[in-house]
């Protein structure tokens, strides 16, 4: 990889400054490519290699890859009055890939399988991305200080659903020090995502989207969306050695069809319908001298999304447009935490301790719906996906002496609890009352056994200690 780069920096009257980066990037990359596959079996046979004749060698013998990049960068700063304070950055990102188009319509599955696949030609991905980025800033006096602010992000992408996809955003937010005893912070957001060029049909089939998906799917980073979010933060301070906190945020994402493409079913849209996040703290520190503190924190995350998909072979299977295969996922999840926290520094001679504790508990639930789940349901074939739970405490005292203002020793004790359930600890030979239940978890959850992936309940004690030098 090579980077070229260039800085400048540019002051104008009226305390404006302008400043900026430009960088060119080219990559490149040869190594040899490996072959279809090392299965003998496959390499050596003549009725294999007349069925598939593309698989007896690969188009070229070593990667060929190469692209060039070009990211750019371009700041406006200015504070005009007093009481106005303006900023505006743009930035520009540019990756065009130069490595030939690599043509895999015959390829090897699982090292076993030769197949065909019309679409296997490797897209080059080519993506351009701008963004702008614009704020503004009033501070009347004793009335605090309103912002106000615009951004603009438009992305070309090649080998994805919509070729450009562009999103107006609207900012918000007020900030208030009025006085000794209340601040106040409030933030708002609105964005609007649209998306147009999107590949609505595959070869030419109007019933098969990109990929062989159905064709009125979206992908939540490139689909139409609206989002709104929102924060709003206020502190308290009765008295100098006290401080009280308030703090809520919130979030919603929307996930619209594209309305400027007919579809072949309308009123169908699979993939992320919305998702929320709303989250609220409560916090309070007290710190009566100056060497000791003390303080706590509690607080709740939620977040939701639904979701919509079709149970279904590919056509010409009348399944593929029979929407009572339709289901839907419901995911709610709902977060708890406690922070307590002590500290006591040189109150006794040269010692500091400290003691923290840390409290979590979670509750994810997966609720499905829909026809296709009522219909599994009603004849006894659908097994819900358990609620994953899990309850987690830490807790950490620490203690410091320093024999000399450098040098100084340390001990401490870590304790850590889990508790969880989820698809690795149920017994899925049967809920609990069935004659087939066994109270024994199992790793198998619905025959499928995933790798790396084990948790367990687990209780922790750790004693530490370690020598301390301050430079």
Same mark, same amino acid.
């Given at each position: 990889m090579n980077v070229f780069s260039?800085?400048?920096?540019?002051?104008?009257? /009226? #305390?404006?400054?302008?400043?900026?980066?430009?960088?060119?990037?080219?990559?490149?990359? +040869? @190594?040899?490519?490996i072959p279809w596959t090392i299965n003998s079996v496959i390499n050596n046979s003549a009725d294999v290699l007349a069925a598939f004749p593309h698989l007896a060698r690969l188009p070229r013998p070593t990667a060929e890859a190469e692209a060039k990049g070009l990211n750019a960068l371009l700041n406006l700063s200015s504070r005009p009055g007093r009481l106005v304070n303006f900023t505006v950055r743009y930035r520009f990102n540019k990756r065009d890939v130069q490595t030939p188009i690599f043509d895999a319509t015959e390829y090897v599955r699982f090292d076993a399988v030769p197949e065909e696949n019309p679409e296997g030609f490797s897209p080059q991905f080519d993506t351009a991305r701008h963004l702008l980025d614009a704020n503004v800033s009033f501070t009347p006096a004793h009335a605090g200080t309103v912002r106000v602010g615009?951004?603009?992000?438009?992305?070309?992408?090649? /080998? #994805?659903?919509?070729?450009?996809?562009?999103?107006?955003?609207?900012?918000?937010?007020? +900030? @208030?020090?009025?006085n000794q005893y209340v601040s106040v912070r409030?933030?708002?957001?609105?964005?609007?995502?649209?998306?147009?060029?999107?590949?609505?049909?595959?070869?030419?089939?109007?019933?098969?989207?990109?990929?062989?998906?159905?064709?009125?799917?979206?992908?939540?980073?490139?689909?139409?969306?609206?989002?709104?979010?929102g924060t709003v933060l206020f502190t308290v301070t009765p008295y100098d050695t006290v401080d009280l906190t308030f703090q809520f945020a919130g979030g919603k994402d929307e996930y619209l069809p594209d309305s400027s493409v007919p579809v072949s079913r309308p009123g169908e849209l699979f993939g992320l319908h919305e998702s929320t996040v709303r989250s609220w703290n409560v916090g309070a520190s007290y710190h009566p001298t100056a060497v000791v503190s003390v303080g706590a924190n509690y607080g709740e995350d939620r977040y939701g999304s639904f979701q919509v998909s079709r149970n279904a072979n590919p056509p010409p299977d009348p399944t593929w447009t029979d929407p009572s295969r339709d289901w839907s996922l419901d995911n709610a999840d709902r977060t708890s935490n406690l922070t307590l926290f002590l500290d006591v520094l040189r109150a006794v001679g040269n010692t500091d301790i400290r003691i923290g504790y840390d409290y979590s508990d979670s509750d994810n639930a997966f609720v499905h719906g829909g026809p296709r789940i009522a219909a599994l349901a009603a004849i006894g074939q659908f097994v819900p996906l358990p609620n994953v739970t899990n309850t987690w405490h830490r807790l950490n005292a620490d203690v410091q002496y320093f024999l000399t203002r450098q040098a100084g020793v340390?001990?401490?004790?870590?304790?850590?609890k889990l508790d969880v359930a989820d698809y690795n600890t149920i017994d899925t030979n049967g809920p609990i009352g069935f004659a087939s239940a066994t109270g024994v978890?199992?790793?198998?959850?619905?025959?499928?056994?995933?790798?790396?992936?084990?948790?367990r309940p687990y209780t922790g004690h750790s004693v530490y200690a370690r020598v301390l030098y301050r430079f």
């Open positions: 260039a800085t400048c920096l540019y002051k104008i009257p /009226g #305390r404006t400054t302008i400043n900026g980066t430009a960088q060119f990037t080219d990559q490149t990359q +040869d @190594a040899p490519l615009y951004g603009h992000e438009a992305v070309a992408r090649h /080998g #994805r659903g919509f070729s450009d996809v562009a999103e107006n955003i609207f900012r918000l937010a007020y +900030d @208030a020090y009025s409030a933030t708002f957001d609105y964005g609007r995502r649209r998306g147009t060029g999107f590949v609505e049909a595959e070869s030419g089939n109007d019933e098969v989207g990109p990929g062989g998906t159905q064709p009125t799917l979206r992908y939540f980073d490139e689909a139409d969306r609206n989002r709104t979010r340390g001990i401490g004790y870590y304790f850590e978890p199992r790793l198998d959850y619905l025959g499928a056994l995933t790798l790396g992936y084990g948790n």
